[in-house]
């Protein structure tokens, strides 16, 4: 019997940590060896999330890297930017695979992290570090030591656009990103804009062309388009707890059947990517608590503008299942091992 991989969640009181939790919980080739957070330190796991209560028999630990080192062999960094980067160098020292749920580890481009977050103290990690957009750089996931997991407004967006700049479908200025993400997307740490009484019956745009997810959007399809591409992106808060829908305005002169072919080529052996048929568009409600991407289009000949609609549940396609899926990659494990969920028809 073959023996199990040991995981270490770090930094498991968040919303994205639990949803590392809980995947890593019912999968079938690795077991949750390591549980920490500072907050929480002593606490039964169950205690800190009620419903995992007779699930998890570990309780949170104060982070220790020599601790660690010894009992885990890969590690889910569910932890705040610039944190991450200090804990990931002496596990990468020690042998162990790293997947990184921060933006530390996201970007190529030093100066371009530094601008939007604050200086990298380990730049030299940044060339060993492979960005996990798992359906657009399997190839290079499956020999890396080092994954900065991808943003969630990033996932649903990078994943329609992509495969079209990539076959020159669609042009590379005036392209609009306009999403909405429910709640959970701040993170689990209160704050006077996420109370209930602020966001209830409500619904606002935030960081209009300003938000840290743009540049990261930039990098990647300027690496897919072989160009430089610069977008809009403009982001909403929805009275909604989980789940982004994307909706994505592009100039081209193709037709509709183009654009879907093309999508659905380059998704076809995909397991989480669904471009839907003719006449469907994704509804945030149909991913719910599953690592899907669902794609939706429509093609505007009149106004030559194709309008891309994608949706994803952000702490998991935009963050902890993703994270999981990149493992799997990194692993040689099945892609689908541990996130195979069906969504909730209703």
């Given amino acids: 019997m073959t023996t199990k991989k040991r995981v270490a969640v770090i930094g498991a009181s968040g919303y994205a940590g639990a949803e590392v939790v809980r995947l890593i919980s019912g999968h079938p080739h690795v077991s949750l060896s390591l549980l920490t957070s ?50 990931a160098a002496p596990l990468l020292e020690a042998g162990k695979k ?46 890396a030591d080092l994954i900065g997991n991808p943003g969630c407004y990033p996932t649903s967006i990078l994943l329609p656009l992509i495969p079209l700049l990539r076959e020159k479908l669609v042009d590379l200025t005036g392209i609009i990103a306009d999403s909405k993400s429910g709640v959970s997307g701040a993170g689990r740490s209160p704050s006077l804009g996420t109370l209930y009484c602020e966001v209830n019956e409500g619904f606002k745009a935030y960081k209009v062309a300003e938000h840290r997810h743009e540049p990261e959007m930039n990098e990647n399809l300027s690496l897919a388009a072989g160009e430089n591409v610069q977008i809009l992106f403009v982001p909403h808060l929805v009275p909604m707890s989980r789940g982004i829908v994307s909706t994505i305005y592009a100039k081209t002169q193709t037709n509709e059947m183009e654009l879907r072919e093309c999508l659905q080529a380059a ?15 994704p509804n945030a ?21 194709a309008v891309l609609v994608s ?13 999981v899926q990149n493992m799997n990659i990194m692993m040689g494990f099945s892609e689908t091992d541990g996130i195979d969920a069906i969504p909730f028809p209703v």
């Fill in 38 to 87: 500072r907050q929480y330190a002593g606490q039964s796991y169950d205690n800190v999330f009620p419903a995992f209560t007779g699930r998890i028999d570990l309780s949170c630990e104060t982070f220790s890297s020599d601790d660690a080192i010894q009992k885990a062999d890969i590690f889910f960094l569910a932890l705040p930017h610039k944190a991450s980067m200090r804990i």
């Fill in 311 to 323: 949706t994803i549940d952000n702490l998991i396609k935009g963050a902890a299942g993703q994270a």
């Fill in 285 to 305: 409600s149909h991913v719910r608590g599953t690592n899907y991407c669902d794609i939706g289009l429509k093609y505007s000949k009149e106004k030559e503008i």
């Fill in 98 to 143: 790293v997947i990184d749920l921060s933006a530390d580890f996201r970007f190529k481009n030093q100066s371009m992290y530094e601008k939007y977050y604050q200086p990298h103290e380990y730049p030299q990690l940044l060339k060993k570090a492979v960005y996990g957009l798992c359906e657009i750089n399997k190839k290079q996931i499956s020999t």
């Fill in 267 to 281: 998704y076809d052996t995909c397991p989480f990517v669904r471009v839907l048929p003719d006449g469907r568009l």
